[in-house]
């Protein structure tokens, strides 16, 4: 009694149930394509689509020009610097050979060589002037580079700026683009969530029912995994608001489809015995046997008392004898359990 299905209706079950999900897992994957891709319809944005080009081409060429005479100037300076270099170690080895001969000159006292001694110093001072020329080079340098370094500080400030501004509208425009990639997601979302409630609420005990379930759900995957997360925050604003609206519409259908049901069940209950047996199915009933509950209210009775054969909320009649053999059995049952008898055969004394 705790089991009202044949085993190989059973297994059929387990396999129709493995149909739908299969069915859905396609559905799902199918579906989660097409919403992957939804963001291609938008083109991408780029921040030269919001910069203001007439102002910021002249100064992009500016800084390009400006950082090519930086890296030139450099480049020159290391090449002055490299031959003040040379010039201090020329003079710094004409003087120590100034020295040494002057030392010479000083121990033989030669007055013939004062001609020398002049064109030796003539020497070291054209040496010490080049290398003076040397350093005042590279301090032009330095000088042009920084100039040329302020100049390129207020043409990339000028630039910053633009770019800035460029910024914000690309960002308004993405957040614009999210929008309209959420509402594709929803206009694709909300039709199928739709159509999987009128299935669940008119098909799902249809002859294709495992087609049915597969498809709700797909659609509940759809809406609740691929478009739930693309949700705008907004502060969380969005997400709650949704929620609230969703749980408002879900307690609403639980409210009616309880009052629904027990508006059926009170009105089945005003029905006589035999009129409510036969409107209960038989696996229906002895389902609801097999959890302990009576098959026509679902109440708790016990069912191991063999005093009870009504209903004690509802009256239904739960058990019999059978009209053969008297045996006690589930007035639900087709066959007596102890010889096989038709229960169609009116019982004794009933």
Known sequence: MANAL????????????LVAFVFASFLIGLGGSIVGDLPQVERSLQLDDFIDRAAAEPLRAQ???GELAQQQSEA????????????????????????????TRRATAQPDQDAE??????????????????????????????????????????????????????????????????????????????????????????????????????????????????????GGYVRYIVGIVLTVLAGRYAIL????YLARQRLAEDQPDAVRRNELGYDTALTRLGKGVCPGCERGVDLKDPAIDYCPHCGIHLFDRCGACQARKSAFSKFCYACGTSAARPAAGG
């Open 6 to 17: 044949r085993l190989s209706e059973k297994w059929f079950r387990r396999g129709l149930w």
């Open 63 to 65: 800084l390009h020009e």
């Open 76 to 103: 020159a300076r290391e090449q002055a610097e490299l031959a003040l270099q040379v010039a201090q170690q020329a003079t710094v080895a004409a003087r120590e050979t100034f020295t040494n001969w002057l030392a």
């Open 117 to 234: 001694l002049i064109a030796r110093t003539q020497g070291l001072d054209a040496l010490k002037t080049k290398e003076g020329e040397a350093q005042r080079r590279i301090d032009q340098l330095r000088q042009a580079e920084l100039d040329q370094s302020q100049r390129l500080d207020g043409v990339r400030a000028e630039l910053s700026d633009l770019e800035s501004a460029a910024h914000k509208a690309m960002d308004a425009e993405e957040r614009r683009m999210e929008l309209r990639v959420f509402g594709y997601r929803l206009a694709l979302t909300l039709p199928l969530l739709a159509l999987a409630g009128w299935l669940f609420a008119r098909k799902r005990k249809s002859t294709w029912w495992p087609f049915v379930w597969g498809f709700i759900f797909f659609a509940l995957f759809a809406f609740f995994v691929e478009l739930v997360p693309y949700l705008p925050s907004y």
């Open 257 to 260: 489809a309880l009052n629904r």
